[in-house]
């Protein structure tokens, strides 16, 4: 399984960027895909995560990102997305992603809940 995280880039606050999980080796919709970020000096946070296809592609999100950005799937590409607006300093970190190997019945909001990582994508936002 690899993933390949790409979309990363420098933006000033209350901009937008879109990054990209584009997967090989699995269908994304088969399983629960997530995004984490690790700021420096702090420990790797979760983002998001959206649910395999067969668990209704429920969708949740940590606090601090909610009501700003948005994880999609895109079966024909085998891709998932995260789709960040009104972007905050505070946002500034590497972005990950990762798959589930196993579906949990509980939020799956942990770095240990999840078996393939892509490389990670910078996003640095200026204030």
């Known amino acids: 399984v690899q993933l390949q995280a790409s979309g990363g880039g420098s933006v000033q606050a209350g901009g937008s960027l879109k990054l990209s999980c584009a997967a090989s080796g699995r269908t994304v919709s088969r399983y629960d895909m997530a995004w984490f970020r690790q700021a420096p000096e702090k420990e790797r946070e979760f983002v998001g995560v959206i649910e395999r296809s067969g668990s209704g592609s429920s969708r949740y999100y940590a606090d601090s990102v909610k009501g700003r950005f948005t994880i999609s799937r895109d079966t024909a590409r085998n891709t998932v997305f995260l789709q960040m607006n009104n972007l905050k300093f505070e946002d500034t970190a590497v972005y990950y992603c990762?798959?589930?190997?196993?579906?949990?019945?509980?939020?799956?909001?942990?770095?240990?809940?999840?078996?393939?990582w892509g490389q990670g994508t910078q996003v640095t936002v200026s204030s």
């Open positions: 990762a798959l589930a190997g196993r579906h949990l019945a509980r939020s799956m909001t942990r770095s240990d809940d999840y078996d393939y």
